[in-house]
C-alpha cells in the first residue's frame, strides 16, 4: 500500500515475533521448509505446443498436444501433521514467460516463490502448480481473444481442481506424504492464478460457462465447448476418433476447496458469484493498467489489444460482501493490516488495495534484468518485456517487493486462518465492542461509514465525542451499513457506540 504503510508494517513485522500466532504470523524460518519441485499431479491436451509469441499463430485445435502439469511442494518442517494445504497458482497471462512479453509465467517466479514461501513459513503445506497455456492474444478480433482467453482460464479452472483431487488422492492411496488434512483446503494465486481462483470459486454449474456473454456474436455458438475439453472438473471424455480431449485424472475425488484468494487478477464474469459459494479474499492494486479493480477491459500487456470485461477486487468483493459470502472470516480479524486496508476498501471487509504508484499492476514483482537483457531476440523482444517491467512496478527492488508480500499475506493470513477453522479470531477485543466495527475512511473527510461486523450483535447509536468530551454529532443507526456527511472540524474524536447488549468505543482521525 501507501509509503506510509509498508513503514508501519516494517514496525509491526519486527514485533510481531513477541506473540506469534501459527498460520497468522510467520512462526518458521526459511530453513526449515522443505521443497520438492515438479511432482506430477496430472496430465492433458493442450493447444500449445513449442514456443508462440505475441505475433505467432497459436493453433486451437483440439488435441494439438499433450502435457504433464506439476507442482512444487513447500513443507514446513514443524512435526506437525493433518495441516491444512494450499494450492497456488502463478501469474504470466496464459502464456510461457517471455513469450508473453512479460517476465513472469511460471511457478518458480519470484513473488510466486514469496508467497508460497510466506504461508509455508505460517505452518501450511503449500502446493505450487503449473497449468496449462495456450491462446492467440493477437487474434484479429474481440470474440477470436475472448474465446482464446476464456478457454485457457477453463483449462486453468480443469487444472487446479485436478490438483486438489491428486492431493486427496495422495492422502487416502498415497499414505499421505505431505501430511495434510483434506478438510482444510484453500486456494489462492496471483495475477493470471487470481482469474483461475476466482472462476474456481464462482463456477458452480457447468451452465455459467455458457452465458451470452461467452458466446459467439455472430453465431451464439458457445466459446468453451465442454463435449471436446471436459466439464469443469476436468473429467469428460478421453477419446479423439470421437471429438473428447479431456483426460479424467483421479477420478471418485471431490475437486472442492473452503475458500479462495487471489492477489491481482480478475474474475471473467461477476455474475457467477452466487450466494452460498466459497468465500473469496482479494488484494488488488488500484491503478492495475492490465487487470481493472473495478470493472472493465483486460489489456494484452505489451499491445494496445483489448480482449474481455472482467470484474477486479474491488467490483468481486463487493458483491461477494452482499451476498454474504465473506460471513466466515467478515468482523472477525482486527490487525494493523486491517486497520490500513479499511482507509482505502470503503468497509468492504476481505478486500486489500493496493495504492502504490500509476499503473503498478504488481510491486511484490521482482526480476533479474540482466538475464532478460541476454534473451535472445528473436524469438523475444527484451525491451518490450523490459517496458512491461517498468509498467507493473515502476520503482521495483527486491526490498520493495518483499514489503508489499508481507503487507499482502499480513492480511490474508488471518482470514485464511479463521475461514478454516484454525483460530476462532484475531484481535479482536470483545470488552471493548467498537473493536468490531468498521470506520472508514480512517482519517476520514466529509464522508464516514460505519459498518457493523458483529454478527449476534446490535448496534443501536452512535456519538461522535471530541477529545475535551464535548458530543459533536450523534448517528442515527439503521442496520449494519450506514454512511454519513460529517462536517466537522479536522481533528481526533472518539466514534462512542451502544449495543444492545454493551458499548464501545473506537478513534477517528479527520483531516
Not at 509455508?120 to 497455456?133: D, F, I, L
Not at 487444472?159 to 495434510?180: Q, W
Not at 463435449?227 to 477419446?239: A, E, K, L, M, S
Amino acid at each position: 500500500m501507501k509509503k506510509t504503510l509498508l513503514a508501519t508494517l516494517s514496525v509491526v513485522l519486527a514485533s510481531s515475533a513477541f506473540a506469534q500466532i501459527k498460520y497468522v504470523d510467520e512462526v518458521l524460518t526459511a530453513d526449515k521448509i522443505k521443497v520438492t519441485k515438479n511432482v506430477v499431479y496430472g496430465d492433458n491436451y493442450t493447444v500449445l505446443t513449442g514456443t508462440p509469441t505475441l505475433t505467432s499463430k497459436v493453433s486451437m485445435a483440439p488435441g494439438y498436444g499433450f502435457v504433464a502439469m506439476s507442482t512444487d511442494i513447500y513443507e514446513p518442517q514443524d512435526g506437525a501433521s493433518n495441516r491444512p494445504l494450499i494450492i497456488f497458482t502463478h501469474s504470466g497471462s496464459f502464456l510461457p514467460r517471455y513469450s508473453n512479453n512479460s517476465p513472469v509465467g511460471y511457478k518458480d517466479d519470484s513473488a510466486t516463490v514469496a508467497f508460497c514461501m510466506s504461508l509455508a513459513k505460517r505452518g501450511y503445506v503449500v502446493a505450487s502448480m503449473t497449468y496449462r497455456m495456450g491462446w492467440n492474444p493477437a487474434a484479429a478480433t474481440v470474440d477470436a481473444r475472448k474465446q482464446g482467453i476464456i478457454n485457457a482460464a477453463y483449462k486453468g479452472v480443469q487444472d487446479l481442481a485436478t490438483c486438489v483431487r491428486f492431493m486427496k488422492k495422495s492422502v487416502k492411496e498415497g499414505g499421505n506424504p505431505y501430511n495434510i488434512d483434506t478438510t482444510k483446503i484453500a486456494v489462492g494465486g496471483n495475477g493470471t492464478g487470481g482469474y483461475i481462483t476466482s472462476a474456481y470459486a464462482s463456477i458452480d454449474r457447468q451452465s455459467e460457462i455458457k452465458s451470452i456473454k461467452f458466446r459467439d456474436a455472430s453465431t451464439g455458438k458457445v466459446m468453451v465447448n465442454d463435449t471436446i475439453w471436459g466439464d469443469r472438473f476436468g473429467i469428460g471424455v478421453d477419446n479423439p476418433a470421437m471429438g473428447g480431449f479431456c483426460k479424467s485424472n483421479h477420478v471418485g475425488y471431490t475437486s472442492n476447496a473452503r475458500l479462495a484468494f487471489a492477489v491481482g487478477g480478475a474474475i471473467g464474469d461477476s455474475t457467477w458469484m452466487e450466494a452460498g459459494e466459497i468465500p473469496l479474499i482479494w488484494a488488488h492494486s488500484i491503478m492495475d493498467p492490465f487487470a481493472p479493480y473495478t470493472t472493465g477491459m483486460v489489456n494484452v500487456p505489451g499491445t494496445t489489444l483489448q480482449v474481455v470485461e472482467v470484474s477486479g477486487g474491488f467490483d468481486a468483493m463487493s458483491r461477494c460482501q452482499r451476498l454474504g459470502n465473506n460471513a466466515p472470516y467478515k468482523g472477525k480479524v482486527m490487525d494493523v493490516y486491517t486497520t490500513e486496508a479499511n482507509k482505502l476498501n470503503k468497509g468492504v471487509d476481505g478486500l486489500f488495495p493496493i495504492a502504490g504508484l500509476a499503473n503498478a499492476s504488481g510491486p511484490y514483482e521482482w526480476y533479474d534484468t540482466t538475464a532478460i537483457k541476454s534473451l535472445p531476440s528473436p524469438p523475444y523482444n527484451p525491451p518490450v518485456i523490459l517496458a512491461g517491467i517498468k509498467a507493473s512496478n515502476p520503482m521495483w527492488s527486491k526490498t520493495k517487493a518483499m514489503k508489499y508480500v508481507d503487507s499482502v499475506m499480513g492480511y490474508m493470513a488471518p482470514r485464511i486462518a479463521v475461514t478454516l477453522g484454525l483460530v476462532a479470531s484475531v484481535g479482536i477485543e470483545e470488552t471493548n465492542l467498537g473493536s468490531n466495527v468498521t470506520l472508514a475512511p480512517n482519517p476520514a473527510k466529509n464522508q464516514l461509514i460505519i459498518h457493523n461486523n458483529w454478527e449476534n450483535r446490535v448496534l443501536t447509536g452512535a456519538t461522535l465525542v471530541d477529545l475535551n468530551g464535548r458530543v459533536v454529532r450523534e448517528f442515527n443507526v439503521n442496520g449494519i451499513h450506514n454512511v454519513y456527511e460529517l462536517n466537522v472540524p479536522a481533528g481526533i474524536y472518539v466514534v462512542q457506540m451502544q449495543f444492545n447488549d454493551g458499548v464501545g468505543s473506537r478513534k477517528l482521525m479527520v483531516d
